[in-house]
């Protein structure tokens, strides 16, 4: 009798066996197929992971499978290896993880509708290919990487290309991709955000006209997600473009992985399975033994450290050269200790904008804060807007008239008064991007003004009515957040003036630096990129700082190395490696005493070149009315890391804990 042994989506560490109807024909080629299962007192879908003779369970005892969904190829070995890995180095529930891997509609054993009526059809090209563009001329530095690079088509490599911004990375990789399909693969290209997706799906496709290219982000409609999924497993797309989620696309033919941004943050998933997209798709590339491509203008110090380092993983391909523009942006500190700001910008800044104006030039002044101020308090008692269920402030978002927490979403309108003592003159207090349009607005009553933040740009519909305004020329001032920061081409952008950067420069988070630089040169990149020359001022309490004066000389080599030699002197990533056991509950001495269970349980069994450090309370401690803690493990080893975790990780499954208490371990953290 054959067994089926399947992979569920439960928190759960293990897989269930179950037997099938002895007139069910199944063999090893139904491994990596959905399969409908009972389990309690319903059914779900989960995936085949075996099929064995024998149980340790008695067969009698084992409920009977239902229905196999055979309508489809099965997910191959590779794609099972891929997300056992992850299973297996993030800590996670094997079922979870497939059950992330896949989209909506599969993981519930639904077919698109495409699918059902023609399920054996391939995906069709374009019925009328077009003839492709005359291709730009390659920059001598273009084309060495693409030569260094396509050298090592067939095998794995792994090639950081530090390219600063305006290089033409884009095109290098657009010459890769030409060459993988060339040879009859696929490429997958990642990139940090959905907002990227759509401008680069244009940029390839109208490259490639006659090839087979499909977007998988987490913005598509499920169905549009499955066909997705789906012509990838069939081997009918030629590139695909995607958020982090693509990383788990089965490509059947994969020739080339690029991960564009490859410093970005968003990269890291920060609920569920907490994996790296980008380390993930290094391993893929390993596994499939094809070139990884990870770019960046500011690479990101780990990436930096296995690229410069004698032996490192990575070999390092550099663009130093900007592709059309002559030179970079002029960037220049504005030291604001001794001036008194005029809307909280200083009179270089405002007489710099009016300069644009008159040349019909277009700014951006970039504020990582959006709303219109964030706190409103009363200076007669004290009282500010906090949010009940976080440790934050409500936001005032002046638009529409609301206080909004930005770590949980609650909102209630604006207090007419102190609720406190009942003054009537409370204050909104320090700027986001909602105020600086409106002083903007009086100082410049002319300018056409367009704020640009996830308030104003919430849909796909509104983010490209905005990026076409900005393109055709609608818009004089751009106000924007971190959304404008990277990957897009404004040619009559010639001026960034960036406000509010100060605060990053102290912060506790260790990485705080490292952001603060990446932000602030990825946006300072967005001027002078065509023919008119960029500038970028800087307004800083700080102007002999370090930070900005490796940005005033765009020499990031000289920042990294200052960063990494720092860690090394702390015992930092990269020359350490962590995990974080974080653990939420109503009350935080509930989560801190599970912690101390926790340290309990692995002191007594620590092996050596483990560090464990004493439980403390998150930055942000409650969020969404749960109090949160952390327990961070720590070892100069990443084989001795993943050694101990998973017998402790067991011992901690075992705890009887409250129900009201959940925890959750985050490998190579990134928040903290």
Same mark, same amino acid.
């Not at 699918?115 to 077009?130: D, I, V, Y």
């Not at 206080?403 to 009537?424: F, K, Q, S, V, Y």
């Not at 818009?475 to 960034?496: C, E, N, S």
């Given at each position: 009798?054959?067994?089926?042994?399947?992979?569920?989506?439960?928190?759960?560490?293990?897989?269930?066996?179950?037997?099938?109807?002895?007139?069910?024909?199944?063999?090893?080629?139904?491994?990596?197929?959905?399969?409908?299962?009972?389990?309690?007192?319903?059914?779900?879908?989960?995936?085949?992971?075996?099929?064995?003779?024998?149980?340790?369970?008695?067969?009698?005892?084992?409920?009977?499978?239902?229905?196999?969904?055979?309508?489809?190829?099965?997910?191959?070995?590779?794609?099972?290896?891929?997300?056992?890995?992850?299973?297996?180095?993030?800590?996670?529930?094997?079922?979870?993880?497939?059950?992330?891997?896949?989209?909506?509609?599969?993981?519930?054993?639904?077919?698109?509708?495409?699918?059902?009526?023609?399920?054996?059809?391939?995906?069709?090209?374009?019925?009328?290919?077009?003839?492709?563009?005359?291709?730009?001329?390659? %920059?001598?530095?273009? =084309?060495?990487? #693409? $030569?260094?690079?396509? /050298? &090592?088509?067939?095998?794995?490599?792994?090639? @950081?290309?530090?390219?600063?911004?305006?290089?033409?990375?884009?095109?290098?990789?657009?010459?890769?991709?030409?060459?993988?399909?060339?040879?009859?693969?696929?490429?997958?290209?990642?990139?940090?955000?959905?907002?990227?997706?759509?401008?680069?799906?244009?940029?390839?496709?109208?490259?490639?006209?006659?090839?087979?290219?499909?977007?998988?982000?987490?913005?598509?409609?499920?169905?549009?997600?499955?066909?997705?999924?789906?012509?990838?497993?069939?081997?009918?797309?030629?590139?695909?473009?995607?958020?982090?989620?693509?990383?788990?696309?089965?490509?059947?033919?994969?020739?080339?992985?690029?991960?564009?941004?490859?410093?970005?943050?968003?990269?890291?998933?920060?609920?569920? %399975?907490?994996?790296? =997209?980008?380390? #993930? $798709?290094?391993?893929? /590339? &390993?596994?499939?033994?094809?070139?990884?491509? @990870?770019?960046?203008?500011?690479?990101?110090?780990?990436?930096?450290?296995?690229?410069?380092?004698?032996?490192?993983?990575?070999?390092?391909?550099?663009?130093?050269?900007?592709?059309?523009?002559?030179?970079?942006?002029?960037?220049?500190?504005?030291?604001?200790?001794?001036?008194?700001?005029?809307?909280?910008?200083?009179?270089?800044?405002?007489?710099?904008?009016?300069?644009?104006?008159?040349?019909?030039?277009?700014?951006?002044?970039?504020?990582?804060?959006?709303?219109?101020?964030?706190?409103?308090?009363?200076?007669?008692?004290?009282?500010?807007?906090?949010?009940?269920?976080?440790?934050?402030?409500?936001?005032?978002?002046?638009?529409?008239?609301?206080?909004?927490?930005?770590?949980?979403?609650?909102?209630?309108?604006?207090?007419?008064?102190?609720?406190?003592?009942?003054?009537?003159?409370?204050?909104?207090?320090?700027?986001?991007?909602?105020?600086?349009?409106?002083?903007?607005?009086?100082?410049?009553?002319?300018?056409?003004?367009?704020?640009?933040?996830?308030?104003?740009?919430?849909?796909?519909?509104?983010?490209?009515?905005?990026?076409?305004?900005?393109?055709?020329?609608?818009?004089?001032?751009?106000?924007?957040?971190?959304?404008?920061?990277?990957?897009?081409?404004?040619?009559?952008?010639?001026?960034?003036?960036?406000?509010?950067?100060?605060?990053?420069?102290?912060?506790?988070?260790?990485?705080?630096?490292?952001?603060?630089?990446?932000?602030?040169?990825?946006?300072?990149?967005?001027?002078?990129?065509?023919?008119?020359?960029?500038?970028?001022?800087?307004?800083?309490?700080?102007?002999?700082?370090?930070?900005?004066?490796?940005?005033?000389?765009?020499?990031?080599?000289?920042?990294?190395?200052?960063?990494?030699?720092?860690?090394?002197?702390?015992?930092?990533?990269?020359?350490?490696?962590?995990?974080?056991?974080?653990?939420?509950?109503?009350?935080?001495?509930?989560?801190?005493?599970?912690?101390?269970?926790?340290?309990?349980?692995?002191?007594?069994?620590?092996?050596?070149?483990?560090?464990?450090?004493?439980?403390?309370?998150?930055?942000?401690?409650?969020?969404?009315?749960?109090?949160?803690?952390?327990?961070?493990?720590?070892?100069?080893?990443?084989?001795?890391?993943?050694?101990?975790?998973?017998?402790?990780?067991?011992?901690?499954?075992?705890?009887?804990?409250?129900?009201?208490?959940?925890?959750?371990?985050?490998?190579?953290?990134?928040?903290?």
């Amino acid at each position: 009798m054959s067994i089926l042994r399947v992979a569920l989506d439960l928190p759960l560490p293990r897989l269930f066996d179950y037997r099938v109807a002895a007139d069910v024909v199944v063999g090893r080629e139904d491994i990596g197929r959905c399969v409908r299962v009972p389990f309690g007192r319903g059914e779900k879908t989960g995936i085949i992971v075996d099929v064995v003779a024998h149980s340790q369970q008695p067969v009698e005892k084992l409920k009977l499978a239902g229905a196999i969904f055979r309508e489809l190829p099965p997910l191959p070995a590779e794609w099972l290896a891929l997300t056992e890995f992850c299973s297996r180095y993030y800590q996670h529930p094997l079922g979870e993880v497939m059950a992330l891997a896949l989209p909506p509609y599969l993981r519930r054993g639904k077919l698109p509708a495409a699918r059902k009526e023609k399920t054996a059809t391939r995906l069709p090209a374009p019925s009328a290919p077009s003839v492709p563009p005359a291709l730009p001329t390659l %920059l001598p530095e273009q =084309a060495q990487a #693409v $030569a260094t690079i396509a /050298a &090592h088509f067939g095998r794995y490599a792994a090639f @950081l290309l530090h390219g600063i911004t305006g290089s033409g990375k884009t095109e290098v990789y657009l010459r890769l991709i030409a060459e993988t399909l060339a040879q009859g693969k696929q490429a997958l290209m990642l990139v940090p955000e959905i907002a990227l997706t759509p401008q680069l799906e244009g940029r390839v496709a109208a490259r490639f006209p006659a090839a087979r290219i499909v977007s998988a982000h987490s913005g598509l409609a499920e169905a549009a997600r499955a066909r997705g999924f789906v012509a990838a497993l069939e081997g009918d797309i030629d590139i695909l473009l995607g958020t982090r989620l693509a990383v788990f696309a089965p490509m059947p033919r994969l020739g080339l992985i690029v991960v564009d941004e490859e410093h970005d943050a968003s990269f890291k998933q920060q609920e569920g %399975l907490r994996y790296s =997209a980008r380390d #993930v $798709a290094v391993w893929r /590339a &390993h596994q499939r033994q094809v070139p990884i491509v @990870l770019g960046s203008a500011t690479p990101a110090l780990e990436s930096f450290y296995h690229a410069t380092t004698p032996g490192g993983r990575y070999q390092h391909v550099e663009l130093t050269r900007r592709a059309v523009a002559e030179a970079p942006p002029t960037v220049r500190c504005v030291d604001t200790r001794r001036e008194k700001l005029q809307d909280g910008m200083s009179a270089a800044l405002l007489a710099a904008i009016g300069e644009r104006l008159e040349r019909q030039e277009q700014s951006l002044v970039f504020l990582n804060r959006r709303g219109y101020a964030p706190v409103l308090a009363c200076p007669a008692c004290g009282w500010v807007s906090r949010c009940r269920r976080c440790a934050a402030n409500k936001v005032v978002h002046l638009a529409d008239k609301r206080l909004r927490c930005h770590h949980c979403g609650l909102e209630t309108a604006i207090d007419r008064h102190c609720p406190t003592c009942g003054n009537l003159d409370i204050h909104a207090f320090g700027r986001g991007t909602q105020r600086l349009e409106e002083n903007l607005a009086t100082r410049f009553p002319s300018a056409r003004i367009l704020r640009v933040d996830r308030d104003s740009a919430n849909t796909p519909a509104k983010w490209r009515a905005v990026l076409t305004a900005i393109h055709e020329g609608h818009a004089d001032i751009l106000i924007g957040t971190q959304m404008l920061a990277k990957g897009h081409d404004f040619p009559r952008l010639t001026l960034v003036g960036a406000v509010g950067a100060d605060a990053a420069l102290f912060a506790a988070d260790f990485r705080a630096p490292e952001r603060l630089f990446s932000q602030l040169m990825q946006v300072g990149g967005r001027s002078g990129r065509a023919s008119l020359p960029g500038e970028v001022l800087i307004q800083t309490e700080y102007p002999q700082h370090p930070l900005y004066q490796a940005l005033v000389a765009h020499d990031y080599a000289r920042f990294a190395q200052s960063q990494l030699e720092e860690r090394r002197q702390a015992g930092f990533p990269p020359f350490t490696f962590q995990a974080m056991l974080r653990a939420e509950a109503r009350q935080l001495d509930d989560a801190l005493e599970f912690l101390k269970q926790a340290a309990a349980l692995a002191n007594a069994q620590l092996p050596a070149g483990i560090s464990l450090y004493d439980p403390v309370p998150m930055r942000m401690y409650r969020v969404m009315a749960l109090e949160r803690a952390q327990l961070l493990v720590e070892s100069a080893s990443r084989p001795a890391l993943q050694g101990f975790l998973p017998q402790w990780v067991e011992q901690l499954r075992a705890l009887r804990t409250s129900r009201q208490l959940r925890w959750h371990l985050d490998v190579d953290p990134q928040e903290f």
